[in-house]
């Protein structure tokens, strides 16, 4: 192989790797998990997957029942003191269906 040849070669490989590269990350931007993503702003307090924080075990809790819970309790005027009334309203219906999908299902510990 002449020098040009190894130079073209090279900077082939170089392409090629940086396309991949570029590919395998929006492969990952897509598959991103968006319920994992916002409920990463629950694992300060609730534990990294939900699993061993300090206020409740979120991993596994049945998806309905914790809709039921930030959408109605936690939501309500009566639970504004409360810590979790900020974390209930601060997301929308849909991005806490993303989030009770997520948690619900993890296993339970
Ligand atoms: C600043 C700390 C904090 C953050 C962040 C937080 N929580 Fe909580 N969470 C609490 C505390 C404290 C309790 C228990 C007391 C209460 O109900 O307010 C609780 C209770 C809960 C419960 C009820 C648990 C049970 O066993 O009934 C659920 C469900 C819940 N949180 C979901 C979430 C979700 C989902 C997020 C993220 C969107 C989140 N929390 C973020 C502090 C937090």
Not at 15 to 42: E, H, I, T
Request: glycine share 12%; with cysteine; net charge positive.
């Amino acid at each position: 192989m002449g020098f040009f040849w190894s130079l073209a070669m090279r900077r082939a490989v170089v392409w090629v790797m940086l396309a991949g590269s570029l590919w395998a990350q929006s492969v990952a931007a897509q598959s991103v998990n968006d319920g994992r993503l916002l409920a990463s702003g629950c694992f300060q307090c609730h534990g990294t997957s939900g699993l061993k924080g300090g206020f409740g075990t979120l991993a596994g809790m049945g998806k309905e029942d914790m809709l039921n819970k930030l959408n109605n309790d936690m939501r309500s005027k009566d639970a504004r003191s409360s810590i979790m009334n900020p974390h209930a309203r601060g997301y929308t219906s849909y991005q806490l269906t993303l989030i009770a999908d997520y948690f619900s299902k993890l296993p339970k510990p």
